[in-house]
C-alpha cells in the first residue's frame, strides 16, 4: 500500500456542477499529478503540480483546474461538469529531485456524472 | 511526442502458464524511464518496474522478468507460472529522463489478464 490517499472514493454529481477531488502525496513527496482514466483506457495526464506551480498540463480544457498545497497536498476541481467527464481520477506523488523517484499512485476516485 | 502501444488487449490463460505482455513504445527522447503498473479491480495502480534508457538488462523479479531491447523500442513483461492473484490490467508506461520537464507518465491501453484455475 502507498502512502499516497484520495477522498472521497466515490462521487455522483449532476451535469453541470462543479466537483473537488483531494489528494495527499506520500510523506517526502514534492511533485503530484493527476489522471483521468476512462473506463476501459490507460490513464490520460491532466497536470503536475511541483511546489505549490503547475508544471506540466495535458489536453484538458481549463475547467480543470488544480492546488498544491505547502504540505503537498492536492487538489483537482472541475467546473461545468459533462457527462463525458465520468472517469477514475488518479493522483500520483513523487519526489522530483535527485532522486527523481517513480510515481506512487493513489487508490482514486471515481466520478460518476448523470 | 510519446507513444506506448499495448497491442494485446486482453489475455487468458490456465494457472501456471506462462505468460509475455508486450509493450512497444515511441520517443525522440535519448533518456528516458519506462515502467510497468499492475491495476487490480480496487484500482490502484502498483508500480512494478521502472527501467532508464541506458539499462538494457533484463531484470527478473521472482516469478517477474522484463525483457527491454532499444533496437525494437520494446519493453516486454513476462509472468512465469501464472497464479490466479495475477488477473489484472497491466499498463506499460513512458516517461521523459530530461530534468526540469514534467515527469509526467504516457501510458499504453493496457493489457487484461485472466488466469483461470
Known amino acids: 500500500e502507498t502512502g499516497v490517499t484520495q477522498s472521497p472514493t466515490h462521487l455522483i454529481k449532476t451535469r453541470g456542477q462543479q466537483v473537488t477531488l483531494r489528494c495527499s502525496s506520500q510523506s517526502g513527496h514534492n511533485t503530484v499529478s493527476w489522471y483521468q482514466q476512462a473506463l476501459g483506457q490507460g490513464p490520460q495526464f491532466i497536470f503536475q503540480?511541483?511546489?505549490?506551480?503547475?508544471?506540466g498540463r495535458g489536453n484538458f480544457p481549463p475547467r480543470f483546474s488544480g492546488l498544491q498545497f505547502p504540505n503537498y497536498s492536492s487538489e483537482l476541481n472541475v467546473n461545468a461538469l459533462e457527462l463525458d467527464d465520468s472517469a477514475l481520477y488518479l493522483c500520483a506523488s513523487n519526489d522530483r529531485g535527485p532522486l527523481n523517484t517513480e510515481a506512487f499512485f493513489g487508490q482514486g476516485t471515481r466520478l460518476t456524472v448523470v | 511526442a510519446q507513444k506506448v502501444t499495448q497491442a494485446q488487449t486482453e489475455i487468458s490463460v490456465v494457472e501456471k502458464e506462462d505468460v509475455t505482455l508486450d509493450c512497444v513504445y515511441e520517443t525522440r527522447d535519448t533518456t528516458y524511464y519506462l515502467f510497468w503498473y499492475k491495476q487490480p479491480p480496487s484500482g490502484e495502480l502498483v508500480f512494478l518496474i521502472r527501467?532508464?534508457?541506458?539499462?538494457?538488462q533484463n531484470e527478473i523479479s521472482g516469478r517477474y522478468s522484463w525483457n527491454f531491447q532499444k533496437s525494437t523500442s520494446s519493453f516486454n513483461f513476462t509472468i512465469t507460472a501464472s497464479q490466479v492473484v495475477d488477473s489484472a490490467v497491466y499498463f506499460c508506461?513512458?516517461?521523459?529522463?530530461?530534468?526540469?520537464?514534467?515527469?509526467?507518465?504516457?501510458f499504453g491501453t493496457g493489457t487484461r489478464l485472466q488466469v483461470t484455475l
Open positions: 527501467r532508464n534508457s541506458f539499462d538494457e
Open positions: 503540480y511541483y511546489r505549490e506551480e503547475e508544471n
Open positions: 508506461a513512458l516517461r521523459r529522463g530530461l530534468t526540469g520537464t514534467a515527469s509526467k507518465l504516457t
